[in-house]
C-alpha cells in the first residue's frame, strides 16, 4: 500500500518521513517532516490543518489515470492522488475547508524547452494537480513550479512550514 500514516508521537522525537513516487503520507505527529526528494517532473503537494495539526503530502508522477493500463500507487496520477489525500488526511481529523495547499516541481527536465505539448510531463502535471484541488474546491496557497531544475519539497507537520530546496539554489519557504 502506498499509503503510510503516523499517528500523534508520545516522544519528541523528528522523524523525516520519505514520499516516495505515486506514494502519499499523513501525519499528525508534530515532530515528523514529510519530504519529497528530487522532484523534476512530479508533483509534490502538500495539504496543512493547522487547526487539527494534520498534514499530508503526495509525491504525483502523472497527470490522468485513464492512460494506466492497470492501476498504480493511488497517488501516481493527480485525479486519483487528491482524493486519496484528502481522504486520509480526514480520517486524523483534518477538516477540508481549512487545508492549506502547496505545491512544488512539474520542471521540463529534458530537451532545452523542446518537448512541448504532451511530451511536456511536468507542466501538464501542474495544471492536472491544479485542476483537481479546484475539483475538490480547494485553493492552492503557494506554488512554485516550472523551470528545468530538480526540487525537493519538506512539510514539517507541528507548524505547516513548507520549503522548497532546488538543486543548487537556496532554501525557500513557500
Do not use: W
Not at 492549506?100 to 505539448?117: D, I, L, T
Not at 474546491?137 to 516550472?146: E, N, V
Request: glycine share 14%; aromatic share 2%.
Amino acid at each position: 500500500m502506498s499509503t503510510r500514516a503516523t499517528p500523534a508521537a508520545t516522544s519528541a522525537r523528528v522523524t523525516s518521513l520519505k514520499v516516495g513516487l505515486g506514494q502519499l503520507v499523513v501525519s499528525s505527529n508534530p515532530e515528523d517532516i514529510l519530504a519529497a526528494l528530487g522532484l523534476g517532473s512530479c508533483i509534490g503537494l502538500t495539504v496543512f490543518d493547522p487547526v487539527a495539526k494534520v498534514a499530508g503530502m503526495v509525491h504525483v508522477m502523472l497527470p490522468e489515470s485513464d492512460i494506466a493500463s492497470r492501476p498504480g500507487p493511488e497517488g501516481k496520477y493527480a485525479d486519483t492522488a487528491i482524493p486519496a489525500l484528502l481522504a486520509a488526511v480526514r480520517k486524523l481529523g483534518a477538516e477540508p475547508t481549512r487545508l492549506v495547499c502547496k505545491m512544488a516541481g512539474g520542471a521540463q527536465m529534458f530537451g532545452n524547452g523542446s518537448g512541448g505539448g504532451m511530451l511536456n510531463i511536468g507542466s501538464r502535471n501542474a495544471i492536472a494537480v491544479r485542476a483537481a484541488l479546484q475539483g475538490a474546491g480547494l485553493r492552492l496557497r503557494a506554488a512554485q513550479t516550472g523551470g528545468n531544475f530538480g526540487r525537493t519539497l519538506e512539510l514539517r507537520v507541528g507548524s505547516g512550514v513548507v520549503t522548497v530546496r532546488t538543486v543548487g539554489g537556496p532554501t525557500e519557504e513557500l
